[in-house]
């Protein structure tokens, strides 16, 4: 008796997540739909590549290597605005953008931030206005 075989993926997508661990507000719902079998159940093959940063998923996105590229609806429109890449975008809603200020241990207050560099994902991206906003309200 021969085994049934799996019929071949009606689609198959390889998708750039902007970061390479789990980010519980974003991308873990891409990742888990994987885990539980949704995308393989309806005919696609997704591939997932984690990358660091957008930058590196635009790059991805740009070259070919990825067919999508989970990036913010800004960073779209700034790549489009400046630098003319034509981008389509598949856009879902959330109740906001996830955002925090991740400091070294030895930072105890937003006082010891002042004097201090600070890292982002892209120049003019969300995470940078909102961190020159949140400090520059502080006083720092």
Known sequence: MSQAVAPAPLVELKIALADDNINPV???VVRLADTLGYYKAHGVKVTIIALQG???????????????????????????????????AVVSSTLGPPYLI????????????AGRSFAIADNGSLDHNL??????KMGV
Request: proline content about 2%; cysteine-free; overall charge neutral.
């Open 131 to 136: 961190t020159r906003a949140v400090l520059a």
């Open 26 to 28: 974003t991308d873990s």
């Open 102 to 113: 991740a400091v070294k241990q030895d930072i105890k207050n937003v006082a010891g931030l």
């Open 54 to 88: 957008t930058p590196q998923a635009v790059a991805a996105l740009n070259s070919g290597d990825v067919d999508l590229a989970d990036i913010a609806v800004d960073a779209s429109l700034r790549l489009r605005a400046t630098n003319g890449v034509a981008l389509r």
